[in-house]
């Protein structure tokens, strides 16, 4: 079983950057690939990013430019950072581990974007 945990959130103000970090628990041999979602408050939860084991990454519109992915496979950990922050990536964001093709999604952890 790989439980992913996701650290690193908090508040900033706009314009600032914060760095997201997941570290999974358990065996993820077989690993295909990465992603980061986030969820608003009253809304769907949104894509944000991928990383596959290949290093390829793709990302969504409204964070390309902004946000990269990043893994350190000697750590089984993957990052998030975030740069030019805007009040609208205010949101719980998550982490997933798609090991052997079944998905794997963390607890989540809160940004803030607030003066």
């Known amino acids: 079983q790989v439980q992913p945990v996701e650290s690193g959130g908090g508040l900033v103000q706009p314009g600032g950057s914060l760095r997201l970090s997941c570290a999974a628990s358990g065996s993820t041999f077989g690993f295909n690939a990465n992603a980061w979602y986030r969820q608003a408050p009253g809304k769907e939860r949104e894509w944000v990013g991928t990383i596959y084991n290949v290093g390829t990454t793709r990302y969504a519109d409204s964070v390309k430019g902004r946000f990269a992915i990043s893994r350190d496979s000697a750590k089984d950990t993957v990052y998030l950072q975030m740069n030019g922050l805007k009040p609208e990536d205010t949101a719980v964001y998550y982490c997933?581990?798609?090991?052997?093709?079944?998905?794997?999604w963390g607890q989540g952890t809160q940004v803030t974007v607030s003066s």
């Open positions: 997933t581990y798609t090991v052997y093709s079944r998905v794997y």
